[in-house]
């Protein structure tokens, strides 16, 4: 029974079916795969208008299998899916790993589609292998255009006819994708979720997992562009509020950059604050706030700089006087040392060359004392002696002067040498108080000029400070300013920003009945699938979707997770039955069951799709969905059960071998 709050008994699901359309906008007619072009055919699956199952028998489901528990899983379900959405033009149609593997298994392999839209066949053949012809070609013959070896159109004939049909361009400026990128593959990854995202949530269609190859944003972390992208689709959403979108977005932009601006501001401030403390002496005192701190720390750096001035600068001239002096004492210094270094160094060598003239003295001594009685130079026998016996061998005789006066010479020279060094003594020693007293003067001299530096040194370092500390009250107040300006500045963009949100609010209740009718149709739906006292509803909050189920309260588990999704699919299928939104009435669901979903509830959406097809009477729309689960009874068979696979033996998978 209806709660006792609501006045009227929830309304069933009802469809409006616009006058003169006699069938789905977009459906698949026909799907094939060939071994090679003109080669032998291992599947043709003839699909249909309305409901299409796929079914692959697992546990004991299959009554063929004789027994034989059948293998549900790895026959193909999900690739088949991937094909489908291949030939409506996704870059992919599997993960690496299983592209290598089919085109090893079908180096020339192709698979081909009939498009049907707005009454059109389109003949779409795409490779499986290593071929490269891709083509999309209205009005076509699929097995002539299969078996031929034309050129290639490439898929984007069809994608540009979509895309002008239903999704229409101004879709595309609407979700805010890229100038160059089209609407329909972020649309088509919607309406064919990857089977590994398992329904979890509303906004996950594509998962790294697949290596589907998604364009952003049908793919990636950020759930944002893609939830724009779906208002987009359902005309949830108007240009003027994704200008104010825009602006809102370049407002929060300029808020962040005013607020690290001011948190900048703000630290550096603090910083020069705490130091100006502590240099002008207020360390440990009550200072006032602005502008009377201002006041006091412009007031104490203008004493310490009138303090600085008044310090003795130093005399110029006199510290230019005291320089040369100190120039002249270190010349003088210089020359007395140059002359001590050249005596302590001659010296030595004079006493060297009167050693070598002393050691000649005790030759020409001996050669004096022989001359007196000399020895014959021949045989060495006195001279008396020899004149005795009349030796005729030598007549030669030393001269006994020359001798001695060679000897005295040498004294002479000798004298002379050693009156040489006491000269050059004496005068190294008279240099030593020169020195010392040149030494003295530079040392006085060097005082001088520190002292007078020392003043003028001490003079600038205060100024300096002074002046310093001068510079960094001004830039403080500087800081202050810029501070209260962008604090002034931030205060109005945040109040700009607060104005654009009441802004977006506003559009957001104008879309309020855009998703009352999607409310409508998804509580009908939750109510369908699961009990007359269930309800569910679908809310645009802030920057959230939220859709919520409540069957004797809020329910959040895994389960229900699922059907939420899975009814929001179905009622965003029954407005574009309607016409009221920019995507085809299309709609593949891969193992839903597998996300948890309750087997009575699982049930119920088969004989859902059922009813909906007796409701529009044209069967207005193209639903395909893939199982494990054993489909009931009465759908389990011609025409709804459109293909039946297994995951063994390897011939009764999609691809007839196993890979």
Known sequence: MP?????????????????????PRLWVRRLAIWEAPGGQKIRDIELRQGLNIVWSPDGFDDSSAGGVRAIGHGSGKTLFCRLLRYCLGE??????????RIALAFPNGIVGAEVVLDNVCWAVVRPLGIRRRHVAIADGNLDEIAAGDGATTSIDPLVEAIEHAIVTPGVAALARLQPDQK???????????????????????????????????????????????????????TEEEQQTRRGEEALRTEVATAEREASYLDWDRGRRHDRLIDQLGFAGQTVPEMPLLLELFRKAADERLAAAAQLPTGDTAELGQARKGLQEAREELRRTDEERIRLEAQIPAEKHVLTLLSSEIPSLSAAAENAASQVCPVCEVPIDKALAEKCGLSHKLHNETECRVRLAAKRQEIGDQNQKIDGLEARLKALQPAAALARQRVEQAETRVQAIESVRDTRASAWQAATRLKEGVE???????????????????EDR?????????????KQGLTFGRITEKFSAIIRRLVNENAKGAVTLSGDRLQLTVDVDGDRRTAAIESLKVLAFDLACLCLSIEGATRLPAFLVHDSPREADLGLSIYDELFRLMRELEEMTGTTAFQYIVT???????????????????KGAPGPERLMARDL
């Open 627 to 645: 199982t494990t689960t054993r489909p009931p009874d009465d759908l389990r068979c011609d025409p709804w059960l459109r293909l039946t696979l």
């Open 91 to 100: 870059q992919r149609f599997a993960d690496e790993t299983q592209r290598e």
């Open 497 to 509: 920003l607060t104005k654009e949100r009441e802004r977006l609010a506003a559009f957001r209740d």
């Open 3 to 23: 709660q006792q709050h609501e006045i009227f008994a929830p309304a069933k699901l009802s469809l409006t079916v616009p006058a003169g359309l006699n069938g």
């Open 183 to 237: 609407a329909w593959p972020i649309a088509l990854a919607w309406l064919t979720r990857d089977q590994e995202c398992r329904f979890d949530d509303v906004l996950d269609w594509r998962s790294p997992a697949s290596g589907s190859d998604a364009p952003l944003p049908a793919s990636g972390r950020e759930t944002g562009p893609r939830r724009e992208a779906l208002r987009a689709f359902l005309l949830a959403i």
């Open 475 to 493: 830039r403080f107040s500087e800081l202050s300013i810029e501070r209260d300006e962008v604090r002034k500045r931030l205060r109005n963009l």
